[in-house]
């Protein structure tokens, strides 16, 4: 069974940066696109970035581009993203996900990943 630990969340006032990290216990991550979601209190879970095996094919929500960026270290099966500019509108619970097909592309819909971490809670005060 796959594991997923994130890590990096924390408190931070608006306009500053924070890095999630997210380790996998698998050794087929290096094979597995990967995504982040959030979802704050109250509202449905959410797309933010996901990259695919090779660190290319990345996708990020709207409300994140040019100030989010999501990476990975396949050597030491961790995927990161990497939050500039934060606004208290990205207030939420973080999650990593793991695509369960391997070798396919990255994807947005939360339905195509199989394996969920247990989240990190990013909080950024006005």
């Known amino acids: 069974q796959v594991q997923l630990v994130e890590s990096g969340g924390g408190l931070v006032q608006a306009g500053g940066s924070l890095r999630l990290s997210c380790a996998a216990s698998?050794?087929?991550?290096?094979?597995?696109?990967m995504g982040w979601f959030r979802q704050a209190p109250e509202k449905e879970r959410e797309f933010v970035a996901a990259?695919?095996?090779?660190?290319?094919?990345?996708l990020y929500a709207d409300s994140v581009k040019g100030r989010f960026t999501i990476s990975r270290d396949n050597a030491k099966n961790t995927v990161y993203l990497q939050m500039n500019s934060l606004k208290p509108e990205d207030t939420a619970v973080y999650y990593c996900?793991?695509?369960?097909?391997?070798?396919?592309?990255?994807?947005?819909?939360?339905?195509?990943?199989?394996?969920w971490g247990q989240g990190t809670q990013v909080t950024v005060s006005s």
């Open positions: 996900a793991m695509r369960n097909r391997l070798y396919y592309g990255s994807t947005s819909d939360p339905a195509d990943f199989g394996s």
């Open positions: 990259i695919g095996w090779t660190g290319a094919n990345i």
């Open positions: 698998t050794g087929s991550f290096s094979r597995a696109p």
